[in-house]
């Protein structure tokens, strides 16, 4: 995405650390750059965010130790509002990483309300794992127990909604269907448009007015997801 020049790129599930990157997508011209990634695990995980604005700050993880070994967040402190890049877990798998997943979500919340306490406006995206509701997803009843849209999950997704952070693309574009950023690879089902809305922008309510486009560009592929977006006037 980076040949459409936007002023801010975040990626999540990078998979590699910086000194595996090419001088070209370690730096490129005319971005400052910034990498998060697994502490034990290589290969895994990992955020990167791509700035034309430098941050008068840049916070890595959560602060908490055992949520912040997989290299999952990058916050960026910057003159007007905080944008926070974030990887969120899968929770598939074995049990206790549901319970890990968990965890994370609801530690990013405290911390996400502590940074709005002080810096009011904030923007954060990323891969959430989870379909809020039952038109971010094609088949709703057949997955109701399966991770990314167990009801816990789900509610974890109100429960920023009932803290006042906002799904923009779902703020302006209230009941649209069919349009989705993750489909599973294995069962060939983006060919099929079998697929889940897991990757969002939200920002703090008083940012919403500034929105002016929010899209999904389901036609951009190379992944398992594809892009979104976000215009904004700050």
Known sequence: MLHKKPDILCLQETK???????????APKGYYSYFEYPKVKKGYSGVAVYTKIKPEKVEYGLNIEDLDMEGRQITLYFEDFVLI??????????????????????????????????????????????????????RPKENENHVGF????????DSLIEND???????THPGE?????????KTRSRERNVGWRIDYFFTT??????AVKAEIHENI???DH?????????
């Open 16 to 26: 590699a650390r910086p000194d595996q990157l090419s001088a070209d997508v370690l």
């Open 85 to 138: 890049n974030c990887y969120f877990p899968n929770g598939g798998g074995e049990d206790h990483r549901l319970e890990y997943k968990m965890k994370y979500y609801k530690a990013f919340l405290v911390k996400l309300n502590k940074i709005r306490d002080k810096y009011k406006k904030i923007i954060f995206c990323g891969d959430l794992n989870v379909a809020h509701t039952e038109i971010d997803i094609e």
């Open 150 to 157: 167990l009801p816990q999950e789900r509610k974890w997704v």
């Open 165 to 171: 952070y906002l799904d923009v693309y779902r703020e």
């Open 177 to 185: 269907t069919k349009h989705y950023t993750w489909w599973d690879v």
């Open 205 to 210: 309510k008083n940012l919403l007015k500034n």
């Open 221 to 223: 592929l190379g992944s």
């Open 226 to 234: 594809c892009p979104i977006s976000l215009e904004i006037q700050l």
